[in-house]
């Protein structure tokens, strides 16, 4: 047997005692505060067409004698640390506490200010300029000035480097500097999410003229690296200079990288670590009884996407897409795997928190196993369907892979489930190949970016080949209008759309799962696992 089949009989085995055990769902306890878009869509119409100036991120009182102690935070191993090619949340979260942003994210999804301090946008929407923070330098004593801004934004939108921001920001028509303290974007068509657009995991802000983003690492971020040792730890230490009043709150930074996710939790009840940010459902609940550790779960956008390519058979016949939605029971799988902690999906990365445009208007086909094996007769296939789903191994997604291949045995479709590292599955773009895959998708602010990035034809990272004419002017439509009410319809048609005929399902948003040692001062989790702020907890 081989390390991945003995590991799913392993999960087969454990999965009842897990669910004999799991705690009662837990409800949306912050969805009646309008968490979701509608907070950022305030914050946007704020700006209208004069000057606006965003109320500051919140922070700490500043320490009276700087930052003290050290905070140790449990980490996947990153790959990638130049900030244009950075993808998972190991490599952002490192990231983000070495550079900044121009803008940044609150846990209402409501732009906030960090190198940007206050910008205004014309009336019609093409032109934004941003003001610049004042007494801002990088790690090396350089001062951050609007080139800096300009030549960064135009490397991620350089075509030639293949980056995804390339299309991201491909709406730019120009970037200029106006003097050292501000800067212009100018757009070619109105884009009423460019300033979540300037948030993007990617836009971190380098030196002009960077060499070597990957090992360079100088930010403007509230901590400076030490000592980087690729195989197991990246060391900090507070940037004292730092242009944020109260941050860091620690002298020290020691993110420890850990290749399994259970090796992580075990640390941080032997107290070798302070934080663990992400880990399976399994391991969440056997933390919530344990003496000195608090669990913190934090609903997301975040979602688990099974799905089959369209572009070549078996995925190219709608009746076996039909067959596929109507042999998996989505309630079933999101108390099986999620322990109800989350929400139930609909086929749609447009969820619940984006209270907005999320819509109940279409109906979920009811689970009926008997039709999807006539829908597969009809589709040429009276035999069944055999297929290799190819898994990455980290969160729920094994999991997510034995009850799928339960659920759907019944219907005829037999599934050979291969698990493979997280690195294996991402690496040289091979999700993008397979026919049948599960790929975990982060939370974003807006439901926008996964529309544009993974869903249009021709999408960057369209891994299902998904390619629809009345899809595509709709995400346009809702990409470009000013007319709110026009984006809510666009919305909804877009959702009726997946679930009708997508060759996606998305069975769960899940939550972010984190735990730490008691004592822990300032840790609040955020919606973005990558961009949780470590420089506001105190130990």
Same mark, same amino acid.
């Given at each position: ?23 009662? +769902? ?9 968490? #979701? ?39 996947? /191993? ?38 940007? +301090?206050?910008?205004?946008?014309? !009336? !019609?929407?093409? @032109? ?51 003097? =050292? ?18 948030? =993007? ?27 980087? +040792?690729?195989?197991?730890? /990246? ?5 004292? *200079? ?17 290749? !399994? ?12 670590? =302070? ?23 934090? $609903? ?5 996407? /099974?799905?089959? @390519?369209? =572009?070549?058979? $078996? ?7 039909? *067959? ?26 447009? #969820? $619940? ?9 279409? $109906? ?47 219907? #005829? ?26 790929? #975990? ?48 319809? *666009?919305?909804?048609?877009?959702? @009726? ?43």
């Amino acid at each position: 047997m081989s390390y991945a089949d003995e590991r799913l009989h392993l999960l087969q085995m454990a999965r009842s005692e897990v669910l004999a055990g799991r705690m009662s +769902r837990r409800a949306f306890l912050r969805l009646g505060l309008a968490l #979701g878009l509608s907070a950022g869509v305030t914050a946007l119409a704020a700006c209208g067409g004069g000057a606006s100036t965003p109320t500051p991120a919140s922070n700490p009182p500043s320490p009276a004698a700087g930052p003290t102690g050290r905070l140790r935070v449990a980490s996947e /191993i990153p790959v990638q640390l130049d900030p244009a090619f950075a993808s998972s949340d190991a490599e952002i979260l490192i990231l983000n506490h070495v550079y900044d942003y121009l803008v940044d994210i609150d846990a209402s999804n409501a732009i906030v200010p960090r190198l940007a +301090r206050e910008w205004t946008i014309s !009336d !019609d929407g093409l @032109r934004y300029r941003l003001n610049l923070a004042a007494g801002v330098s990088f790690h090396d004593g350089s001062p951050l000035t609007a080139a800096d801004v300009v030549w960064t934004f135009n490397r991620l939108r350089d075509p030639a480097l293949q980056l995804p921001t390339a299309d991201l920001y491909a709406n730019i028509a120009d970037i200029a500097a106006d003097g =050292d303290s501000a800067v212009v974007f100018t757009l070619t068509e109105p884009n009423p999410f460019f300033l979540y657009d300037l948030s =993007d995991n990617h836009a971190l802000i380098l030196r002009a003229n960077t060499q070597n983003p990957a090992t360079a690492f100088n930010g403007t971020g509230p901590f400076k690296v030490v000592e980087y +040792r690729t195989e197991n730890r /990246i060391d900090l230490t507070a940037n004292t *200079a730092y242009f944020q009043s109260g941050k860091p709150a620690v002298a020290s930074l020691e993110i420890i990288f850990f290749a !399994d996710q259970a090796a992580a939790v075990d640390a941080l009840r032997g107290g070798q670590v =302070d934080l663990v940010l992400r880990m399976p459902t399994p391991l969440f609940q056997t933390l919530q009884q344990a003496g000195g550790v608090v669990t913190v779960q934090t $609903p997301t956008n975040g979602f688990d996407l /099974i799905r089959l @390519r369209a =572009d070549r058979e $078996p995925g190219n016949k709608p009746e076996v897409i039909r *067959a596929l939605k109507l042999a998996t029971d989505r309630d079933a799988i999101f108390r099986q795997v999620k322990a109800g902690l989350g929400a139930v999906g609909r086929d749609s990365p447009i #969820g $619940p928190l984006f209270s907005a445009y999320y819509s109940e208007e279409t $109906p979920l086909p009811a689970r009926d196993p008997a039709t999807a094996r006539q829908l597969l007769a009809t589709a040429g296939y009276p035999d069944g369907l055999q297929l290799d789903l190819h898994v990455p191994d980290s969160g729920d997604r094994p999991d997510l892979a034995v009850v799928l291949r339960e659920q759907w045995a019944e219907a #005829g479709i037999n599934i050979n489930v291969i698990v493979e590292p997280e690195s294996v599955y991402y690496g040289d773009d091979r999700w993008l190949e397979v026919d049948l895959g599960i790929t #975990g998708w982060g939370s974003r602010p807006i439901p926008q970016f996964y529309l544009d990035v993974m869903l249009v034809s021709g999408a960057v990272w369209n891994e299902s080949h998904f390619s629809d004419p009345e899809f595509d002017a709709l995400a346009a439509t809702a990409r470009t209008t000013l007319n709110e009410e026009e984006r809510v319809r *666009a919305y909804r048609e877009i959702q @009726r759309i997946l679930i009708e005929r997508g060759p996606i399902i998305i069975p769960y948003f899940f939550a972010q799962l984190s735990a730490h040692r008691e004592g822990l001062r300032g840790y609040v989790a955020k919606a973005f696992p990558g961009r949780t702020d470590l420089a506001a907890i105190a130990v």
